[in-house]
Each structure stands twice: as structure tokens, then as C-alpha cells.
């Protein structure tokens, strides 16, 4: 059974950074795509960042371009968001997922596994 715990969450001042991390436990993620995504208060659920098995692909949305990093260690199990020059529009609760399904991966919502999210607020 293969579960993923996020952390790094906190409250952050705009222009900020915070590095997230999603840990899995049980399984090995070598074998396994992981989506990043968020969700506001009142908001769907959008898919923000994902990181193909290898870490060969990577994907942003529009929304995090140019201010987020996806990246993982597999020999540790875990992958990475880094979040630069965080806006207050970025404040949600952060959610990472993983899927054996995908060649590369994706930002839709077709992830098997999901965490319980970490909560992240951009205010001064």
C-alpha cells in the first residue's frame, strides 16, 4: 500500500519561497509519475506540476511558471516543490499524487494514490 505524506507547508510573507516535499512510504516511487496540485478555499482542485518516473518530464501550468521546480530523489523516495515569489493567490492546501499509468505523467486528476496535503498561505 503505497502512502504519500506532504510537508513543508507553512505561512509565508509574498515573494517568499517554500519547498515542499512529498514522501511516500511502502512502495518504491521509482516506478511511479507524481502530480502537484492544489486546491483554494472554495476552488476546484487544479493540477499545478508533475514529474515523469525517471524525472526526464516535467510539467507546469501557467499558474506556477517560472516559480516552481518539480524534482525528485528517488533514492530517498520523495519529490520536491519548490515555490518561489509566492503570491497570496498561491494559498491553498498543496497535494501531491502518484499513478504507474502514465509514460510521462500528467496534471489531471487520473492519479491512483493521493496524500492528505499541506496546508500553504502567501499573506504579509
Known amino acids: 500500500q503505497l502512502q504519500l505524506v506532504e510537508s513543508g507547508g507553512g505561512l509565508v510573507q509574498p515573494g517568499g519561497s517554500l519547498r515542499l516535499s512529498c514522501v511516500a512510504s511502502?512502495?518504491?516511487?521509482?516506478?511511479?509519475?507524481i502530480g502537484w496540485f492544489r486546491q483554494a478555499p472554495g476552488k476546484e482542485r487544479e493540477g499545478i506540476s508533475c514529474?515523469?518516473?525517471?524525472?526526464?518530464?516535467?510539467q507546469y501550468s501557467d499558474a506556477v511558471k517560472g516559480r516552481a521546480t518539480v524534482s525528485r530523489d528517488n533514492a530517498k523516495n520523495t519529490v520536491y516543490l519548490q515555490m518561489n515569489s509566492l503570491r497570496p493567490e498561491d494559498t491553498a492546501v498543496y497535494y501531491c499524487?502518484?499513478?504507474?499509468?502514465?509514460?510521462?505523467?500528467?496534471?489531471?486528476?487520473?492519479?491512483?494514490?493521493w496524500g492528505q496535503g499541506t496546508q500553504v498561505t502567501v499573506s504579509s
Open positions: 499524487a502518484a499513478s504507474m499509468l502514465f509514460l510521462h505523467c500528467v496534471m489531471s486528476n487520473e492519479y491512483n494514490w
Open positions: 511502502g512502495i518504491s516511487l521509482d516506478y511511479y509519475a
Open positions: 514529474i515523469s518516473k525517471d524525472g526526464g518530464t516535467t
